[in-house]
T-cell receptor
Framework: ETAVFQTPNYHVTQVGNEVSFNCKQT?????MYWYKQDSKKLLKIMFS???????VNETVPRRFSPQSSDKAHLNLRIKSVEPEDSAVYLC???????????FGPGTRLTVL | GQQVQQSPASLVLQEGENAELQCNFS?????MQWFYQRPEGSLVSLFY???GTKQSGRLTSTTVIKERRSSLHISSSQITDSGTYLC????????????FGKGTLLTVTP
């Protein structure tokens, strides 16, 4: 049963455009994450938020900006996308300190 | 930084054979998870297994913290088991982010 929801499922855009991805979790967790899986299939952490506070920022380009309105939502905005931003973006949630993470279905971004 | 090595990178089995997937960690770990990744990219959590052995149906996960390794055993493989299997670890000093291996691509043939 899905408890971490992501929209959209797919998005195709052109270089230089702005995109936004949404993530919502209904598990009551206090920590949310964004991961990126590139063309080489390696999954890497991008950001982590705990109760709307940024706790992890893994040297991500400035055009990426996470936005959290409450602990159940963590959105990702990309200003002026570039071809290397084509990837699958996965959102996850957990309790801080509980280690086990629950993932959403992912958003596949294609930049033309 | 910590590294996660998965082996083999790919594996081809005939239906009914068993599979053993390995994960080795370069640093001490607080926990680890095994995932199955569907072709469209979504992740299915198979096991959250910080230590010891856990079983679910035909799948068994064993983590030995002292030896910094974990394994996933698939018995009596089925064609529907085909896909990518990922392991990931949490280092307690990392703000709880998961560090992933590169995955094992399993293909089960008739």
């Amino acid at each position: 049963e899905t408890a971490v929801f992501q929209t959209p499922n797919y998005h195709v855009t052109q270089v230089g455009n702005e995109v936004s991805f949404n993530c919502k979790q209904t598990l009551g967790h206090d920590t949310m994450y964004w991961y990126k899986q590139d063309s080489k299939k390696l999954l890497k952490i991008m950001f982590s938020y705990n109760n709307k506070q940024l706790i992890v920022n893994e040297t991500v380009p400035r055009r990426f900006s996470p936005q959290s309105s409450d602990k159940a939502h963590l959105n990702l905005r990309i200003k002026s996308v570039e071809p290397e931003d084509s990837a699958v973006y996965l959102c996850a949630s957990s309790w801080l300190g509980a280690y086990e993470q629950y993932f959403g279905p992912g958003t596949r971004l294609t930049v033309l | 930084g910590q590294q996660v090595q998965q082996s083999p990178a790919s594996l081809v089995l005939q239906e009914g054979e068993n599979a053993e997937l390995q994960c080795n960690f370069s640093t001490s770990l607080n926990s680890m998870q095994w995932f199955y990744q569907r072709p469209e990219g979504s992740l299915v959590s198979l096991f959250y297994n910080p230590s010891g052995t856990k079983q679910s149906g035909r799948l068994t996960s064993t983590t030995v913290i002292k030896e910094r390794r974990s394994s996933l055993h698939i018995s009596s493989s089925q064609i529907t088991d085909s896909g990518t299997y990922l392991c990931a670890m949490v280092d307690g000093g990392s703000n709880y982010k998961l560090t992933f291996g590169k995955g094992t691509l399993l293909t089960v043939t008739p």
